[in-house]
């Protein structure tokens, strides 16, 4: 019996040697090993990666964005939606609070565009619930672009020939295209192309060394520190409402000048009195001043501030440096296609 099972044995064994060669399993390429940290940021956060992207049409996107650009936009014609929201400074104008189309400053701090479609709502107060219904604020609001009336606004669009022609090409089974809600649609198509990927989307992807140390350092810091109870998800943040000092009172580690009572003067509830959406983080490091009102010029100072009102911790230089240097990473590259015209 053991002569028989070692004649098989050669057999194979010939058999074997004469096919063609194949990589076995130990001389294959070892499958690269997920450290702990990535499997923690995959647990939180999403990368941008991971988001459909949207069924616009080439036309839709590009009278969104021509109308995006638009002074006519506004009574007077001296701001764009790009004026508040400047595509070239990361979707923002790096002002505590923003000039309207009369030079009156609003009341609150204008967040990013960029990856404002990733948000579950829109305004500090969210009040909007998407990006289409966020354009139609501002253009109404007379501290902003100071149209009268959305009929105001129709009327004086249907004026331009380009506009007839591109709206009826976006909209082709409406009789009359140029409609306030059109235009909101239009603005919010563009808008939902803005979410540009940064290091951070590489990492979460797989390539562990888009990351420094440092940088790694302050993604465990950033989990460590419990700041991913507001900040997480593919915007990290922009999903729920948070009250603004749950250990103190905000504006005396601000600064502001003036205390607002957030989503309360909304809904006139006492008890959400200092509560805001959380804001998302994409792009932190290029959208100061921080805050509902513009009122923290420093990245590092506002990780201090959010880290002592929202978890009672005092950070160390180390850990304010490394979270910063974290924070960083989620800078897009942003394509010039996006900036302008």
Not at 127 to 138: M, W
Request: aromatic residues 8%; glycine residues 6%; contains cysteine.
């Amino acid at each position: 019996m053991r002569k028989i099972y070692l004649l098989v044995s050669l057999g194979v064994f010939i058999s074997c040697n004469n096919t063609p060669k194949k990589q076995s399993v130990t001389d294959a390429e070892p499958a690269q090993t997920k450290s702990e940290l990535l499997k923690t940021a995959e647990t939180f956060f999403k990368s941008v990666s991971s988001v459909p992207k949207p069924e616009i049409s080439e036309e839709k996107i590009a009278l969104g964005k021509k109308l995006y650009f638009d002074t006519r936009l506004s009574k007077d014609g001296n701001i764009s939606c790009n004026s508040c929201h400047n595509l070239e400074t990361f979707g923002v104008d790096n002002l505590p609070t923003s000039p309207g189309d009369t030079k009156e400053l609003g009341a609150r701090n204008s967040p990013t565009v960029l990856h404002a479609s990733l948000h579950a709502m829109q305004f500090w107060d969210g009040r909007a619930k998407d990006v289409e219904e966020q354009a139609e604020g501002p253009i109404l609001n007379p501290v902003e672009h100071n149209i009268p009336s959305a009929e105001f606004l129709e009327k004086k669009l249907q004026q331009v020939a380009e506009y007839q022609n591109l709206f009826k090409v976006v909209y082709p089974d409406q009789e009359q295209p140029i409609t306030f809600k059109n235009i909101a649609n239009a603005i919010g198509a563009f808008e939902r192309t803005l979410n540009p990927a940064s290091r951070f989307d590489k990492f979460l992807d797989g390539d562990e060394q888009a990351l420094n140390q440092q940088e790694k350092d302050g993604l465990k810091a950033f989990v460590d520190n419990s700041c991913i109870t507001c900040h997480s998800g593919v915007a990290l943040g922009g999903q729920m409402f948070q009250k603004f000092g749950l250990f103190g009172n905000y504006w005396e580690h601000t600064k502001s000048k003036k205390i607002d009572a957030g989503l309360s003067d909304l809904t006139k509830n006492e008890a959400e009195k200092y509560f805001f959406k959380v804001p998302g983080l994409r792009n932190i490091e290029k959208t100061a001043p921080y805050f509902h009102d513009g009122s923290v010029e420093k990245l590092e100072d506002a990780v201090r501030i959010m880290a002592k009102l929202q978890s009672n911790k005092d950070l160390t230089e180390k850990q304010v440096d490394d979270i910063v240097a974290f924070l960083k990473t989620l800078t897009s590259d942003i394509e010039d296609s996006q900036k302008r015209l």
